[in-house]
Nanobody, 122 residues
């Protein structure tokens, strides 16, 4: 069964850091672009970051530029989202997705994980 599993979420104070992981089982991430998305209570799912299949290009939402970094380790079949200088408004469920095209739109992805919660609060 092909699936994505996110991990690394949790409770962190404002200004803190977390690293999220997205691991694939049943298929190889080598063949897919990866995106990170988030959804806060009462809000629509929004794109946070994406990375192309070869890792050559990355994209970030304006709200996280300079604070978040996406990276991939195809040997480990895992993609990461390093999140620094976290703010309360970053609080959300974070999802990773795999697809053919790297985009911040949530509409074109083939596989989705079930999400990992991130809470930024003092």
């Amino acid at each position: 069964q092909s699936q994505l599993v996110e991990s690394g979420g949790g409770l962190v104070q404002p200004g803190g850091s977390l690293t999220l992981s997205c691991a694939a089982s049943g298929f190889s991430l080598d063949d897919y672009a990866i995106g990170w998305f988030r959804q806060a209570p009462g809000k629509e799912r929004e794109g946070v970051s994406s990375i192309t299949i070869d890792g050559a290009r990355t994209e970030y939402a304006d709200s996280v530029k300079g604070r978040f970094t996406i990276s991939r380790d195809n040997a480990k079949n895992t993609v990461y989202l390093q999140m620094n200088s976290l703010r309360p408004e970053d609080t959300a469920i974070y999802y990773c997705a795999a697809g053919r095209w790297a985009t911040l739109s949530p509409r074109v992805w083939d596989y989705w994980g079930k999400g990992t919660p991130v809470t930024v609060s003092s």
